[in-house]
């Protein structure tokens, strides 16, 4: 139950409707750490309620690592530590990183979570079994066919446990930049070297960035990490994640112009914004916007590779956001991101002269490798294959057209916001035309709000469902498509136990044209 879409909750249940919730996080939180044998790399077997703090936590508690930093980690994760192993596989879930010499290389996958199982457990309708009429547990290792359609499952299966690969620990640096303009960091590229301060020219750089911006004519806030073995010389060492209490508890001020948008003033919008990057900026000078010292500054943090990766609690400001992956080439990425945010200011701006805010959050930019199946260590001699809807897939067609990496975009406003609806699904139109094609291809981030209507909202959109499963559908072999992922899936659940208004209507074999 990790995001905004309605893959567990329908957005109006039906009154009367028989519907079981299952809480994992009350039972089904133990971990077992698996040293290297056999050919296959450090390992954790994770029962599924357990969170992604605790998992860390446990990681880096164990012994021979070999890193710079305790135990073992990832390569990167998701930001919120409170989410469940579960949730997070089930919608490969992800960071921000991209391989980058000299220090930045794991022999693992930069991908998705879910690209980094090796085994799992599912409750499952098993059809060659002597009970297929019955649920029961089945272990399925990454090599058989059929278990790729669980790596990422939306919410169709239910998976208890799952075994992930693992890699040494390492000290990683954040540090926050707000110096620089929107014009800077969304600069268009004259060259094949993205301009100085973009943020291809820090992607190129560290391989790990991500970009916050409030609106237009701010400053964006630019997150870039990278490995350091050794605390850099002004970094301040953390021993704990969470480290930008600013962004954690809405300040006065900010929720007194939020009130007075909520309350009919709209146009106090570009305000708020302005006002969040103030906050923001003070913040991680450790200051509040009257001056005072109230945080621990937090431009240049420093520490093992938890404490700066996870940085969003659940009291972060709550707002709803659209989601999608822009699978490219790295190259392309700055062009990308100029056109992106130059479209999204000219789109706001025409919203806001008729007297329309739809937007009042930020813009969210990053970047994430695909989900390369050869980097899954599964067995001598045994080759894996990428999750098949994953929005991180790596297949012929990206194979073909040479796209190593997914632009993750999104646009956040306060839920029930005006006129959003309308604004997203204009965007959304613009996204599906311009990353099309050979040059880039348009992905949900299931997680988030994909398929708008102006009138309906997310998840209503029956030209975006069908471009859902035909874009997963194009390039790939018959037994890794769209149509594989609901038949394997129906298979194990026979009595469709598993599932829920949006998955009946998402999850139908694609339609031949």
């Known amino acids: 139950m990790h995001g905004w879409s309605p893959l567990t909750l329908s957005t109006n ?17 133990q971990a077992t750490f698996l040293p290297p044998s056999n050919g296959l790399p450090p390992r954790v077997k994770v029962q599924t309620g357990k969170t992604m703090l605790e998992l860390l936590n446990y990681l880096e508690g164990q012994a021979g690592g070999g890193g710079s930093a305790p135990g073992y980690s990832f390569p990167h994760t998701p930001a919120p530590g409170n989410l469940t192993v579960g949730g997070v596989l089930a919608i490969d879930a992800h960071g921000t990183a991209v391989p980058t010499l000299p220090n930045d290389e794991f022999q693992a996958s930069y991908g998705s979570m879910s690209n980094q199982m090796l085994e799992f457990t599912a409750v499952v309708t098993d059809p060659n079994s002597a009970t297929p009429d019955r649920y029961a547990l089945r272990t399925f290792k990454r090599s058989e066919s059929d278990a790729k359609a669980f790596l990422a499952h939306l919410g169709r299966a239910l998976l208890v446990d799952a075994t992930l690969q693992v890699i040494p620990n390492y000290h990683l640096r954040c540090q926050s930049f ?3 303009t929107d014009s800077v960091v969304f600069a268009a590229p004259t060259a094949a070297t993205p301009p100085k301060d973009s943020f291809g020219d820090y992607l190129n750089r560290y391989g790990r960035v991500e970009v916050i ?18 605390k850099p010389q002004g970094s301040t060492a953390v021993t704990s994640p969470y480290n930008y209490p600013f962004a954690d508890n809405v300040p006065e001020i900010l929720q007194t112009i939020l009130k007075r948008i909520l309350n009919g003033i709209p146009e106090a919008t570009p305000d708020f914004g302005k006002m969040a990057f103030s906050v923001t900026a003070d913040g991680l000078d450790g200051k509040n916007v009257f001056g005072q ?19 969003i609690q659940d009291t972060t400001l709550q707002v709803t956001a659209n989601g999608y992956a822009l699978q490219m080439k790295k190259t392309d990425v700055q062009q990308a991101v100029h056109d992106f945010t130059t479209k999204f200011t000219a789109l706001l701006a025409s919203y806001e002269k008729d007297g329309k805010y739809p937007v009042n959050g930020a813009v969210e930019i990053r970047v994430t490798s695909l989900d390369d199946p050869t980097q899954v260590a599964i067995g001598s001699g045994i080759k894996a294959e990428s999750p098949v809807i994953s929005a991180l897939r790596d297949d012929g067609l990206a194979k073909q057209n040479g796209w190593d990496v997914a632009l993750w975009v999104d646009v956040l406003t306060i839920p029930g916001t005006e006129y959003s609806n309308a604004f997203y699904a204009d965007l959304e139109v613009w996204l599906l035309d311009r990353f099309s094609g050979t040059v880039a291809r348009t992905l949900p981030e299931w997680s988030k709000g994909w398929a708008y209507t102006a009138d309906q909202g997310p998840w209503t959109n029956t ?9 997963f559908t194009a390039g790939p072999n018959d037994q890794n498509n769209w149509t594989f992922e609901v038949e394997a899936l129906k298979k194990y659940d026979k009595f469709n136990l598993f599932t829920n208004p949006l998955l009946d209507r998402l999850f139908t074999p ?4």
């Open 178 to 180: 707000t110096n620089f």
């Open 293 to 311: 010292s109230v945080y621990p500054p937090s431009r240049d943090i420093w520490g093992p590779s938890k404490n700066t990766l996870l940085y």
């Open 213 to 230: 911006w409030f609106r237009t004519g701010t400053n964006p806030w630019l997150h870039v990490w990278s490995v350091a073995p050794t």
């Open 13 to 29: 249940p039906t009154p009367g409707a028989k519907i079981m919730l299952v809480d994992l996080t009350k039972a089904l939180c």
């Open 510 to 513: 694609t339609m031949s044209r």
């Open 463 to 471: 030209k975006f469902l069908d471009h859902i499963r035909q874009v």
